[in-house]
């Protein structure tokens, strides 16, 4: 038995009539409707969206470049304050040193006037002390000759 192949052509075969213009002027009013009320405002969403990020991006990029020259302006104040600083540092140790060396030339000064003085003072007590005892030892001769030799 053999199917016949007539029917399924005639199904297959579409017939222009009325209501393929009917949905084509529903398909054509839908396609307006959307393109006015979806597909517009979602690509000026689309676009204000891309226009705001492309405008962050450029306010990035402004706001990363300034914080470039701040930091080079900033690195540059750091090391003229570190200059300034080692300046003062190393004219307070110039200072110091200075003053420290007045010091101890001054100490010295006045411990070799006491050490002079002292020494002119023991020189003085030795002289002293040398005419005491010579004065003793002629004494002490004398007693001994005395007593060595009976007086007559």
């Known amino acids: 038995m053999a199917i016949?192949?007539?029917?399924v052509l005639a199904a297959a075969?579409?017939?222009i009539d009325g209501t393929v213009l009917v949905q084509m002027v529903v398909f054509?009013?839908?396609?307006?409707?959307?393109?006015?009320?979806?597909?517009?405002?979602f690509l000026r969403t689309l676009e204000a969206r891309q226009e705001g990020v492309h405008g962050s991006r450029e306010e990035?990029?402004?706001?990363?470049?300034?914080?470039a020259m701040m930091l080079v302006e900033f690195d540059n104040k750091m090391n003229g304050a570190r200059?300034?600083?080692?300046?003062?540092?190393?004219?307070?140790?110039?200072?110091g040193l200075s003053e420290q060396n007045e010091i101890v030339d001054e100490v010295r000064d006045e411990l070799?006037?006491?050490?002079?003085?002292?020494?002119k003072?023991?020189?003085?007590?030795?002289?002293?002390a040398l005419l005491e005892l010579n004065e003793r030892s002629t004494k002490l001769a004398q007693v001994m000759v005395d007593k060595v030799i009976p007086a007559a």
């Open 60 to 67: 990035a990029a402004e706001l990363d470049a300034r914080a």
């Open 4 to 7: 016949p192949f007539y029917p």
């Open 112 to 119: 070799n006037a006491k050490l002079v003085e002292e020494r």
């Open 121 to 128: 003072a023991i020189a003085a007590k030795v002289e002293t």
């Open 28 to 41: 054509l009013f839908v396609i307006i409707f959307l393109h006015y009320t979806l597909f517009q405002p």
């Open 13 to 15: 075969a579409i017939d």
């Open 83 to 95: 200059r300034d600083a080692q300046e003062i540092r190393e004219s307070l140790r110039t200072q």
